[in-house]
């Protein structure tokens, strides 16, 4: 009576032992793979461990948080012959697979969890299907593919007597994930301090504890500020330059008919010149990182380098914004040297003006590159502008239907940004227009009557062959 319940238990372990040989065994894994680059190959490789009769192996994509599985390629042994016919149950036999699918052209969109699901019969029965899955996260990384360093609030104008923060920004797109950007001054790294928030805009200079570094070493700019005599005799007295009362009326001096149209003032006023609160140390940087995801998985990295301005030190100092990213071999780079406007080009439209032509004076260009961009300003010296304004801002001033009274008169343009300006002078000749009968101008010099209709119609044709 004490055997049954052993020999029970005989035959369970014995049924327990039947069932496992015909249970079949799978494993699946998927090889793991590093970061991949954005244009490279890839190929998914999945493993898996058999004893059974493969029926099927299917790979997927997973978006959208894991609802949606996209199918990308398929395998079915039920109409493939590409398998191995195991006919004999009772020989137990693993037999290793590997399914594998390649990207050619790796992309950012790619990015994401893949899965591999296997099939096999089970060995009891073939209406039975064994499935286990493997699952990869395939990480996309991709090089960042612009990089540009502007100026914040430009353009901006020159303050003389009182300290003014700067600010540079370094705009990196494209990358992912987010590259690690950082300043450099004259090729040395700068040492900043970091900010969690932009610094107000009322705010003073910004300050921190840590030591100044003396910057002796620099070569200090020895601009010297040139002063036209004819220009300039009166600014002791306060205010603008003075030019004597300008010539009224035509020239009837034909000599002069052989004069450019303007005549340029060679003498340039460079404004430099340096209240007491600019020192020869090294001001204190802060810097202040900003991310914007991308709708494509980049990441745009927004880099901003502030710092109270020193003209004396900061003009002429080449700065640089390097990018280190794991997709990238060698640091990205961009450069700016900030420079004060220096020299302005002056260009006038047309090159002889006659009264009731439209006159346009134009900046074309400086004597150096000039970074950040400067502001442009036109007065005209001793009166106002002929709309009757004090000032014009732009790098353009555009004259309509001068009047003979403008003849001789005097222009003056400043151009300014946050490390110095500089003014040049230009004076207008105006010469007689024959289609326009002397007495026929009205107030503003412009012609009336039919012949002012004739030259209406001529500057008309003239606009439209230069737009041609």
Not at 29 to 44: F, K, Y
Not at 264 to 269: K, L, M
Not at 406 to 427: E, F, I, K, V
């Amino acid at each position: 009576m004490r055997a049954a319940p052993s020999l029970r238990g005989c035959v369970c372990l014995l049924l327990a032992a039947i069932l496992d040989l015909a249970r079949a065994y799978l494993t699946v894994n998927i090889e793991p793979l590093p970061p991949v680059v954005a244009g490279d190959a890839v190929t998914l490789k999945c493993n898996f461990k058999t004893d059974g009769r493969m029926r099927e192996i299917v790979w997927y994509r997973v978006t959208d948080g894991g609802t949606i599985k996209q199918k990308i390629f398929t395998f079915d042994a039920m109409f493939s012959t590409n398998y191995s016919h195991m006919e004999s149950y009772r020989k137990r036999e693993d037999l290793v697979y590997q399914s594998t699918v390649r990207l050619p052209e790796v992309r950012i969109s790619d990015n994401g969890p893949y899965e591999c699901h296997v099939g096999i019969y089970d060995r009891a029965t073939r209406e039975k299907v064994v499935l286990a899955s493997g699952n990869i996260f395939l990480n996309v990384m991709a090089p960042p593919t612009s990089i540009e360093v502007v100026a914040a609030d430009s353009p901006a104008p020159f303050i003389r007597y009182q300290a003014q923060n700067f600010t540079l920004v370094c705009i990196v797109s494209g990358g992912k994930p987010a590259p690690m950007v950082y300043f450099k001054r004259d090729g040395e790294p700068i040492d900043a301090v970091p900010l969690s928030e932009p610094p107000a805009a009322s705010s003073g200079p910004l300050q921190d504890s840590r030591p100044f570094r003396s910057l002796l070493h620099r070569d200090l700019d020895d601009t010297k500020m040139q002063r036209s005599l004819s220009l300039l005799d009166t600014e002791n007295r306060g205010g603008r330059p003075y030019t004597e009362r300008p010539y009224r009326g035509l020239t009837p001096d034909p000599s002069i008919l052989l004069q450019p149209t303007t005549e340029n003032i060679p003498e340039t006023v460079v404004s430099r010149e340096f209240p007491r609160w600019v020192h020869s140390t090294e001001p204190v940087y802060f810097l202040r990182h900003s991310h914007t995801p991308g709708s494509d998985g980049t990441v745009e990295v927004r880099a901003r380098l502030t710092w109270t301005l020193n003209p004396q030190i900061d003009n002429e100092a080449l700065f640089s914004c390097e990018v280190k990213h794991p997709a990238l071999s060698m640091p990205m780079q961009a450069e700016v040297t900030l420079v004060a406007p220096k020299g302005p080009k002056i260009t006038m439209r047309p090159s002889r003006a006659r009264v009731g032509d439209t006159v346009r004076i134009l900046v074309h260009g400086f004597q150096n590159e000039v970074f950040p961009e400067p502001m442009f300003t036109w007065t005209r010296v001793g009166s106002r502008l002929l709309d009757g304004s004090t000032e014009f801002d732009g790098k353009e001033l555009v004259l309509e239907r001068v009047p003979a009274e403008l003849n001789g008169s005097m222009y003056r343009c400043t151009a300014q940004n946050p490390l110095g300006s500089t003014d040049t002078h230009t004076r207008l000749i105006v010469f007689e227009n024959p289609n326009i009968p002397r007495g026929m101008e009205d107030s503003n010099g412009s012609a009336s009557g039919p012949a002012g209709v004739r030259l209406t119609l001529v500057l008309t044709l003239t606009v439209v062959l230069e737009l041609t």
